[in-house]
């Protein structure tokens, strides 16, 4: 899977953007704050309909403007798909498909599988759980759309549940009616549980294999799944939660409240491990986001580096350039000299000025 070509309209700072991918490696290279970063979110929304920032998209529309527009040639197996996205600083966004509106935004994850690597994403490993849950969260709704379905479901459920604890505090008979909301939480979200047990037995077995390199064979790293709560004690602990979750207006109990924690030697990285240990953990999930998909999918994902080299160093580098294999990869950086010297073949580069893109 590649993405051919890109083009914005009042996107971020480009008033116009067109840009032609190589199938290899691309390098878009410039100062800081020039506009790097806004094509690889550009290509992270036409996946996922989403900023990989978590920008509202009316922050997203070119100041001044209204709207804005992304268009996404992608190619799987010699066939091109257009992915066009309206984004409007009032309303919802619309999607269409080569030309034909979309209603779900499940119609659309999984046609551009992404893997998006920043600097951010070296905090998966020793931030709040929050990030571990999102990271995860993201990858599955690329692989699984039935995921997507109950995740979204349970997260309405979830908002409603909490109105209606908030309601209370005036209305104390609409207690009678939290059954209603906790049989259908406890049904998505025992879905949710079930397929985020079966993803970190997925990234923990592929894991092992990254970081045993990465730390010369001297560690070895596990994914466990941290669930808030069990699918067999779910129910009783969403009854006895109740004064709890009443008193505190919110609900206190579910997937919601899940996390994932990385063992390196039966250790606690995010506790007790170095930085160096807590970047070599999260070098090695994002290879290993990019080995399930390859093989959920059959198929190679987009992998998106956003100056991320800068925060390696030169061995994680190395490492990190040399997995990439056959990926058609996208890097932002603000120097080639460390391509250069290190004789990485690059394929197409771009310098990026102040929203204008020129090829050289």
Not at 5 to 27: C, H, K, Q, V
Not at 128 to 156: H, I, S, T, V, W
Not at 177 to 200: H, M, V, Y
Not at 321 to 330: F, R
């Amino acid at each position: 899977m590649i993405i051919k070509s890109l083009e914005l309209s009042d996107y971020r700072n480009y008033e116009t953007l067109s840009i032609d991918f190589d199938p290899g490696t691309n390098i878009l290279f410039g100062d800081n704050a020039q506009g790097k970063t806004n094509i690889l979110e550009a290509i992270y929304q036409s996946a996922t309909t989403k900023s990989h920032k978590g920008s509202k998209d009316k922050e997203i529309i070119r100041f001044g403007k209204n709207e804005s527009h992304i268009r996404a040639v992608i190619e799987k197996e010699n066939t091109e798909t257009r992915i066009d996205m309206h984004l409007r600083s009032s309303g919802s966004k619309g999607i269409a498909i080569d030309g034909q509106k979309i209603k779900k935004a499940a119609d659309l994850l999984g046609l551009l599988n992404i893997v998006f690597f920043s600097p951010e994403d070296l905090g998966i490993i020793k931030n709040g759980p929050g990030e571990r849950r999102r990271f995860a969260d993201m990858e599955l709704c690329q692989l699984d759309g039935f995921y997507l379905y109950n995740l979204n479901n349970y997260n309405k459920i979830i908002n409603q549940r909490n109105k209606l604890l908030k309601d209370m505090y005036f209305n104390p008979d609409l207690r009678e009616t939290l059954n209603i909301w906790d049989s259908q939480l406890i049904s998505f979200g025992s879905k949710i549980i079930e397929r985020r047990t079966s993803f970190a037995e997925q990234i923990s077995e592929i894991i092992k294999e990254y970081h045993k390199k990465l730390s010369g064979g001297k560690e070895e790293i596990v994914v466990k799944y941290e669930p808030d709560v069990t699918i067999d004690e779910y129910a009783s602990k969403m009854e006895s939660s109740r004064d709890r979750d009443i008193s505190a207006k919110m609900t206190t109990t579910g997937p919601h409240r899940d996390d994932f924690s990385f063992m390196i030697n039966d250790v606690d990285v995010r506790k007790f491990g170095s930085q160096g240990q807590q970047r070599t953990a999260a070098l090695s999930l994002k290879l290993s986001e990019i080995e399930l998909m390859k093989k959920v999918t059959n198929d190679t994902p987009v992998l998106l580096l956003d100056d991320v080299l800068s925060e390696l160093d030169s061995n994680r580098q190395n490492y990190l350039l040399d997995s990439i294999g056959d990926i058609q990869t996208i890097i932002t950086c603000t120097g080639l000299d460390e391509f250069v010297n290190d004789n990485f073949k690059i394929d197409k580069t771009f310098k990026v000025s102040d929203g204008l893109v020129e090829v050289i």
